[in-house]
């Protein structure tokens, strides 16, 4: 899945940097129901899904930061782009064979693995320096990388 509007979002995100932006990840999916995750904290439910791109990355903005209780875990996009659930454990098999390219941290190698599971469309991490990766079913694309195949 190729989508401006995914692009449009992390766009948004990256626009202002923050010192206390801690990162966060992304699942963009196809069904919830199927996938591996825990809600990390009740608290963090959100009362209603959020359309707008904007409002989207406003909202991811606003809890990425340290001294908020739902900055941890993976936020959750269904596949029309919309946000629908906020701070998720995402626990994700291993495979044999394929592996990621680098040996970075927790949060690449769960983005890396749960980008080949079937019912995530693609995952995207942004570390707290702002570096964007786009994992698609075990590739991984910087975010310049992943405009061009738009």
């Known amino acids: 899945m190729i989508n401006y509007k995914i692009i449009d979002i992390v766009d948004k995100i990256c626009e202002d940097r923050y010192e206390d932006f801690t990162g966060l990840g992304l699942i963009f999916y196809i069904k919830k129901e199927n996938l591996p995750i825990e809600s990390l904290n009740p608290f963090c439910e959100l009362k209603n899904q959020i359309i707008d791109a904007e409002l989207i990355a406003q909202k991811l903005v606003e809890i990425s ?38 040996s970075n941290g927790s949060r690449y190698r769960t983005a890396f693995y749960g980008s080949l599971l079937n019912d995530v469309i ?29």
């Open 65 to 102: 930061k340290e001294s908020c209780q739902c900055h941890d875990g993976f936020h959750l996009l269904n596949q029309d782009c919309i946000l629908t659930d906020l701070s998720y454990y995402f626990s994700t098999p291993i495979s044999k064979e394929k592996k990621p390219k680098q």
């Open 122 to 150: 693609l995952t995207v991490i942004i570390s707290s320096n702002y570096n964007v990766m786009v994992f698609i079913n075990g590739e991984e694309f910087n975010l310049y990388d992943y405009k061009k195949l738009t």
